[in-house]
């Protein structure tokens, strides 16, 4: 059998949604978990103090990107259909990750984190997922006004392989080792950032030791 | 105070992540997600009040389709998300209202900013069609150049725009 399986397809689309709740308690249960539902983690990236998105983020990727090479490398998937589910528009994401990026810092959390924080009881967290569907309203309004640019710089599902004119397991193993160089220079920008008092954190516990928020973080 | 000790090591939480969207792309042929729900809830809330409004611009007509604007995975996989963090904060006893900010912060300007920044990472997601697990980690994790691209700005966009709020946590 080849997977993906068509989950929502025809009269399999209830159970399709009930494993879609499924995957998503799993998706919020480990996001709260990793304590990415905490606007304190989640912004520490930012400020140098706390690179746990960064750990989380790149060995998620790894993890997910070796399983699928593994799992397409034993017929088991097909990668390509996979693939062609995110195709590339190089100028509307690169302008749209910077604009995600600062609402990010503006609020503290990303789209999916906001959810986790608010389930939580965060109640800024909550502001942030109204403010989502405002923005997500906003741009369609807007989409026609937009032009040709939510479109530009299109070429299909591109991938990395293909651009470095590298096989799928070779790009794999170099991004498992861009990621292993990122996460030994989080513990050296934590470690500098500690040493030199938190910039974001200003007035914050002055009695607690240098250092002390990246200790109780790992 | 030990409270950060009661989280996942953040390599482990990374690899248990990385399976979640390894097991939605072998049983759904996509990853993960989240931006598009909180959308799909506000065309909902458009829908009920306007429909003829909603049918008179092609982006929101085309979310509502013929199923409506909630009959989608994504609003499925995100209420298993509320239920997965409530359960993951609740089984740890750091279930809690409040507005989080620094200490000397209004939590007014604070839900303001919260609200501002969730504005612009709606409109963003919508334009680079996915967010941070929508595109980065799981078109990242499948090699896409646009999620890498998408991934890196949002890096940029975030440290860009740090210094500037960075009173909200003071």
């Known amino acids: 059998m080849t997977f993906p399986i068509e989950s929502l397809a025809g009269d399999r689309r209830s159970l399709g949604l009930a494993l879609a709740v499924v995957l998503g308690v799993a998706f919020g249960f480990v996001l709260e978990r990793a304590g990415l539902g905490r606007v304190r983690k989640l912004v520490g990236q930012f400020y140098g103090y706390d690179m746990t998105v960064l750990r989380v983020l790149f060995s998620a990727i790894v993890t997910a990107m070796a399983g699928a090479v593994i799992l397409s490398g034993l017929g088991v998937l097909d990668l390509a259909f996979v693939q062609a589910r995110y195709p590339t528009y190089l100028w509307p994401m690169i302008v749209g990750g910077i604009v995600l990026g600062a609402g990010f810092v503006l609020s503290g959390y990303c789209p999916g984190t906001c959810v986790v924080a608010a389930s939580t009881g965060k109640l800024d967290a909550l502001a942030t997922v109204g403010g989502l569907a405002l923005g997500g309203l906003a741009y369609a309004e807007l989409e026609a006004a937009l032009g040709a640019f939510p479109a530009s710089g299109a070429q299909g599902a591109f991938t990395l392989s293909q651009w470095l004119g590298l096989p799928a397991p070779v790009v794999g193993a170099a991004v498992a080792l861009l990621a292993l160089g990122a996460f030994l220079a989080a513990g050296r920008i934590e470690r500098l950032v500690a040493g030199r008092g938190d910039p974001a954190r200003g007035a914050e516990p002055a009695s607690a030791p240098a250092g002390a928020d990246v200790a109780l973080s790992r | ?170």
Request: glycine share 16%.
């Open chain 2, 1 to 170: 105070m030990t409270e950060d000790g009661k989280f996942w090591n953040p390599y482990v939480a990374g690899v248990a992540l990385g399976l979640v969207v390894l097991a939605t792309y072998v049983t759904m042929g996509h990853g993960v997600g989240a931006a598009s729900a909180s959308f799909r809830v506000g065309v909902a809330a458009v829908n009920a009040v306007a429909p003829e409004h909603v049918q008179g611009v092609p982006a929101l007509a085309s979310t509502v389709g013929t199923r409506g604007a909630l009959d989608s995975w994504i609003v499925f996989e995100v209420l298993g998300m509320v239920l997965g963090g409530a359960l993951g904060a609740w089984s740890a006893g750091r279930l809690g209202r409040e507005v989080a900010r620094g200490p000397t912060f209004p939590a007014a300007r604070r839900v303001a900013l919260a609200i501002a920044g969730g504005v612009l990472m709606g409109f963003a997601a919508r334009l680079a069609r996915g967010c941070t697990s929508g595109q980065a980690l799981s078109g990242g994790a499948l090699m896409s150049v646009g999620a890498w691209a998408f991934m890196l700005s949002i890096f940029v966009g975030g440290y860009g725009a740090a210094w500037f709020v960075r009173r909200q946590w003071r």
